[in-house]
Nanobody, 122 residues
Framework: VRLVESGGKLVQTGGSLRLSCEAFGDTFDDYAIGWFRQAPGKEREGVACLSSSDLSTEYSVSVNGRLFISRDNAKNVVYLQMNSLKPEDTAVYYC????????????????WGQGTQVSVSS
């Protein structure tokens, strides 16, 4: 599966943004999908994950209630709606896919996108 993110840009504090990740090469709805991020000088962290059945979700405590993951299997696209953005949300955001939910939540995914930069100005 090849993943291609888009939508990252510079926004002001309190603004909103929607990231997209398009998947190519396999049956998208068989995979759990997720968004991860890495800020400069920090380790990569999980932001939001969604199971293949859409029955399970996981959100980082730091983003819960502000960021929302969704998928459109017909379009092979996963979205990350980001609201009430804060400067600490500044990072490169990566889309990931894995056929195993446990691997997805652990951040040990088989497939990763190239990342898209989100910058939030104070």
């Amino acid at each position: 599966v090849r993943l291609v993110e888009s939508g990252g840009k510079l926004v002001q504090t309190g603004g909103s943004l929607r990231l997209s990740c398009e998947a190519f090469g396999d049956t998208f709805d068989d995979y759990a999908i997720g968004w991860f991020r890495q800020a400069p000088g920090k380790e990569r962290e999980g932001v939001a994950c969604l199971s293949s059945s859409d029955l399970s979700t996981e959100y980082s405590v730091s983003v819960n209630g502000r960021l929302f993951i969704s998928r459109d299997n017909a379009k092979n696209v996963v979205y990350l709606q980001m609201n009430s953005l804060k400067p600490e949300d500044t990072a490169v955001y990566y889309c990931a896919a894995d056929s195993n939910w446990g691997q997805m939540v652990a951040g040990m995914n088989d497939y990763w996108g190239q990342g898209t930069q989100v910058s939030v100005s104070s």
